[in-house]
């Protein structure tokens, strides 16, 4: 599931680059203005990876996760429904910001989610099947855009690809919360059973050895008989 999800990141984000420069001519937006937000895209990716290397411990990498997984269809959905300049500028930073931090976010989940012993196999499997819907996304939006008005319709589309992402990502993340909480819940519920048992048969190790010490004068005496039962009885002897 982590996979399909950072999958359809990677796709949507393929086409927004092969169909950018068209979509915002087609938005009538000048040479200059077009570039403008063009260059902002690198800078924002750069920023994004100082922001998660400064506060990236801070935060859990779930949360950080769907952050950066929510960044794209955001930008996504400002830039179909954007016209001004500064609605685009946002855009690119948003959509440049998640690009940043989407690669350092996945290679920190890995370990969490799978352990370290097979990460490298499980993590060339996954930038694998990213490098492939990137190198898909442009001919499979080309194909779109045939039966689509415009850009902006496309760019909608491309908005749920990525909402359908960040909502897998979400139910995973819980998924993997829930798992760990069971893990968590047996592994005290395991210890508390080993201490209780510990305490029990130290207890009954230090009865035997003190009643081992006792005369048989001890032993018919009412009032030690009563204590020695509640004794036993604590410690289930009976």
């Not at 490298?120 to 499979?140: D, E, N, V």
């Not at 990525?162 to 005290?188: H, S, Y």
């Not at 508390?192 to 029990?200: I, M, P």
Request: charged share 15%.
């Amino acid at each position: 599931a982590l996979t399909l999800n950072f999958a359809s990141y990677t796709f949507v984000a393929g086409a927004m680059w092969a169909h950018m420069a068209p979509a915002l001519a087609a938005k009538g937006l000048s040479s200059g203005d077009a570039l403008k937000v063009l260059v902002c895209i690198g800078p924002a990716q750069v920023a994004g990876r100082l922001v998660f290397a400064l506060l990236g411990r801070r935060f859990d990498l779930r949360h950080l996760g769907l952050a950066t997984l929510a960044g794209m269809p955001l930008g996504c959905l400002l830039f179909a429904l954007g016209q001004s300049l500064a609605a685009l500028l946002l855009f690119a930073l948003l959509f440049g910001m998640a690009n940043g931090v989407s690669t350092l976010v996945r290679g920190g989940l890995l370990p969490d989610y799978f352990g370290r012993a097979a990460l490298g196999r499980i993590g060339g499997a996954m930038s694998g099947m990213a490098q492939f819907a990137r190198a898909f996304a442009p001919l499979a939006t080309a194909w779109w855009f045939v039966g689509l008005p415009s850009y902006r319709e496309l760019v909608l589309a491309l908005v749920g690809v990525g909402a359908v992402g960040w909502l897998g990502f979400l139910l995973a993340a819980e998924f993997a919360l829930a798992v760990l909480a069971d893990i968590l819940g047996r592994i005290v519920s395991l210890i508390d059973s080993l201490l209780s048992e510990r305490v029990t048969n130290s207890s009954s190790i230090r009865l035997m050895e003190h009643a081992a010490t006792l005369d048989l004068e001890d032993f018919e005496n009412a009032e030690f008989q009563d204590q020695f039962r509640r004794m036993t009885e604590l410690l289930d002897f009976e």
